[in-house]
């Protein structure tokens, strides 16, 4: 492998049902940055039947280039179509970095290419830098500039790694959603397009869709809530959820939830936060009757604001709470709400 | 029916994890468990035995002391445990992880993979997508539910806000949530059959069609540059007060931060 020919960041630019996932856009932007470091550019490959309409809007968050594979046999995700397309398209044009999101579809896609092509892949990154490695130089090793490294949490989120990949390419990484930000929209902003299509010839590898089962709900993505009002096992039960809903009505919030809320069956999955949910990094987050686990805290840690409600002085989220009020959520919560009412009603 | 189920013996990471002083994780002082989405996956192919009829094969990589988690598997009614234990094997990624486990399932005869999604330790839910790779049979990653229906099997696969009634050929992949079944317990009699029952072991030599090149740390793309505890951002204000007064002062912190 001559890692030299191995040019560009790609980014894989997720669509469902022929929309953009934020996740695309937040790849884009993050690609950006990483290309600018290396004095390329950010090619984001889009996969798909019909979603030629949707590089206007990957154009006008900073792609560069798109490289589009629209076939009939790409319509839904599927893993075979999909890996086959992703690694022709990385056989073609070679690409030095490969980003693709860490959802249900990145994590099945990300490791079935890495292993056709043969490189490695890093999972679940919380962060992306281009650096040396080794890191510090060692004696009798040859130290590597403009390398991606790659960092991400292990062991439920109590460590820390960063990983690279120094002899094979390209450098591929899944990447944690919500956590890359978008680059600002420039409307009118041009990226050179090119289409390609490496042939698709179903085998026993194409499963076959038998139905699609959507989720009715019209929950609101907690991913996109500017204040959470999250609650956990404190909240008590279901029923008393109502003081969370309330308080979130009143400051202009969404209601969110720990693991244990999800599990009791209290609340939908949708709006979980932590490792095995949501990240979210909202302007404010209020933690009511929420211990905070350590996989909890995955999730939320990064928000601008957070305000913990717990009655239990001991409890690990006051480690990572900016203010912290031990005392009884049943009592504060909705005198909070009526202070907050009273407050805005004289503005 | 033959099913492989891959397995791993994990530290439990539930009751917090524990360090050496040089920052390493120390093993030794965490329970070794057997991963809980891989437990699920057994439960699964232990569940289409009780329906179907079928020989379920535990395999898993690791220390010679993963052997427990073979014998736990038996316990609960798998049928035969492998063990692929070498040195050479040791400091694995993802990819030399599944070139190791195809290398040990290509002596078997299979018409169904099941894997864990992820373990919990690396939390990377790669290798089931890239042994399927390997030997080149489709994948299901993320299954809810699972039937046979003559040759094929009918999973629904779990997806954000949907899933997809999936049907493929066997062989086939699957890989398990935790959420997807109650593992069984152990019984008595299964225990005492376990304890007895022959394992085997098979080291680098029993891998079949697999390259040196492709195993163990050397055989790895990807290489640790760092590794740390995880350094948390440290903790605001703290205050206990009564009911009334946590109000206010919750309020003067949202009215100065401008939220309200």
């Known amino acids: 492998m001559n890692l030299e020919e191995y040019k560009g960041v790609f980014v894989f630019a997720q669509q469902v049902d022929n929309e953009l996932s934020g996740i695309a856009l937040e790849l884009v932007g993050k690609g950006k940055d990483l290309a600018k470091d290396l004095g390329t550019e950010v090619t984001a490959v889009l996969i798909g039947s019909q979603v030629k309409g949707l590089c206007t809007e990957l154009a006008e968050y900073g792609a560069d280039r798109i490289i589009v594979v629209d076939d009939p046999e ?40 890495s292993a056709r092509i043969h490189t490695g892949l890093t999972a679940d990154c919380t962060q992306l830098d281009i650096g040396d490695f080794p890191i510090n130089p060692v004696p009798g090793k040859e130290q590597k500039h403009n390398q991606l490294l790659m960092t991400r949490p292990a062991f439920g989120g109590n460590t820390i790694a960063t ?68 609650g956990g096992r404190g909240v008590g039960s279901p029923e008393n959820f109502k003081l969370l809903e309330d308080l979130a009505d009143a400051v202009g919030g969404t209601v969110s939830c ?75 919560v909705p005198m909070l709400t009526e202070k907050i009412k009273e407050a805005k009603a004289q503005k | ?39 699920a996956g057994l439960e699964a192919a232990l569940r289409l035995k009780d329906q179907y009829g079928a020989e379920v094969t535990v395999i898993t990589m690791g220390l010679p002391k993963a052997e427990e988690v073979l014998r736990e598997a038996m316990a609960m009614g798998a049928d ?101 079944n109650e593992p069984r317990y152990m019984t008595p009699g299964g225990i005492f059959d376990a304890y007895d029952a022959e394992i085997t072991v098979w080291g680098r030599a029993n891998l079949v069609d697999t390259l040196d090149s492709n195993l163990g740390l050397k055989g790895s793309p990807t290489q640790i540059a760092k590794a740390s505890d995880k350094v948390r951002k440290g903790a605001g204000e703290k205050v206990v007060l009564d009911p009334a007064e946590s109000v206010d002062y919750i309020m ?9």
Request: include cysteine; aromatic fraction near 6%; glycine fraction near 8%.
């Open chain 1, 74 to 113: 790409l319509k839904e995700y599927r893993t075979e179509p999909y890996a086959h397309a992703l690694a022709e398209v990385i056989r073609k044009y070679k690409p030095e970095i490969m980003l693709i999101g860490a959802t249900a579809i990145g994590r099945d896609l990300g490791p079935r290419v």
């Open chain 1, 163 to 230: 990983i690279a990949c120094p002899d094979f390419r390209p450098q591929m990484a899944t990447v944690r959603p919500g956590v890359m930000q978008k680059a600002p929209r420039v409307e009118g902003a041009q990226a050179v397009i090119e289409e390609f299509n490496p042939g698709f010839t179903p085998d026993n590898k194409y499963v076959e869709i038998l139905e699609i089962v959507k989720a009715v709900s019209d929950i609101e993505d907690i991913m996109d809530a500017k204040i959470l009002v999250s």
């Open chain 1, 258 to 332: 720990s693991r244990a809320v999800v599990d009791a069956g209290w609340k939908p999955k949708a709006l979980q936060v932590g490792q095995t949910g949501k990240t979210v990094r909202p302007h404010v987050y209020f933690a009511v009757g929420i211990s905070g686990a350590i996989q909890h805290l995955a999730g939320m840690e990064e928000s601008d604001i957070i305000i913990a409600i717990n009655k239990d002085e001991t409890a690990p989220i006051f480690d990572v709470a900016d203010y912290g009020v031990v005392g009884d959520l049943n009592k504060i």
């Open chain 2, 1 to 39: 029916m033959k099913i492989v189920v891959c397995i791993k013996q994990v530290p439990d990471t539930k009751g917090g994890v524990k360090f050496n002083p040089d920052g390493t994780l120390d093993r030794s002082a965490m329970l070794a468990i057997m991963n809980p989405d891989d437990k």
């Open chain 2, 80 to 180: 035969k445990g492998i063990l692929v234990t070498d040195r050479v094997l040791g400091g694995a990624d993802t990819w030399a992880t599944s070139q190791t486990l195809a290398g040990a399932i290509r002596n078997l005869e299979y018409d169904l993979i099941i894997t864990g999604r992820q373990a919990i330790d690396g939390d990377t839910a790669q290798v089931g997508p890239q042994l399927s790779e390997h030997l080149n049979i489709p994948v299901i990653s993320y299954a809810q539910n699972i039937k046979i229906d003559g040759d094929s099997v009918i999973v629904e696969r779990q997806y954000d806000d949907r899933y997809h009634v999936l049907k493929a050929k066997m062989p086939c992949l699957i890989t398990a949530l935790a959420e997807l």
């Open chain 2, 252 to 260: 003067d912190k949202l009215l100065t931060k401008h939220v309200i």
